[in-house]
């Protein structure tokens, strides 16, 4: 298993932008997807994106769209996730996760950072 660690977090006004980085730590293997989830307080926790480290492939949840951009230095071992045009329901922690095996469904991710705070404010 991989070690994450995010930060960039932080309070944002509606329409601003934030950057976030996903270190890892340990060795990535071809197989691997890396993914971006968060969770507000009361809700589930919400599929945001995700890449797989070695093609560059990207996939985005409904409400990334158009807004995210997920990405990652194979060289810094650091995944992104760039959020543009953020709204207030964009409030969230956000969590950097990775799959050993690839992805299908949420359980496939097996390693966790401990998340980040994203504040937005109209």
């Known amino acids: 298993q991989v070690q994450l660690v995010e930060s960039g977090g932080g309070l944002v006004q509606t329409g601003g932008s934030l950057r976030l980085s996903c270190v890892v730590s340990?060795?990535?293997?071809?197989?691997?997807?890396m993914g971006w989830f968060r969770q507000a307080p009361g809700k589930e926790r919400e599929f945001v994106a995700v890449?797989?480290?070695?093609?560059?492939?990207?996939v985005y949840g409904d409400s990334a769209k158009g807004r995210f951009t997920i990405s990652r230095d194979n060289v810094k071992k650091t995944m992104y996730l760039q959020m543009n045009s953020l709204k207030p329901e964009d409030t969230a922690v956000y969590y950097c996760a990775a799959a050993r095996w690839g992805y299908r469904v949420v359980s496939d991710f097996d390693s966790w950072g401990q998340g980040t705070q994203v504040t937005v404010f109209s």
């Open positions: 340990g060795r990535i293997f071809s197989t691997y997807d």
């Open positions: 890449i797989r480290w070695s093609a560059g492939n990207t």
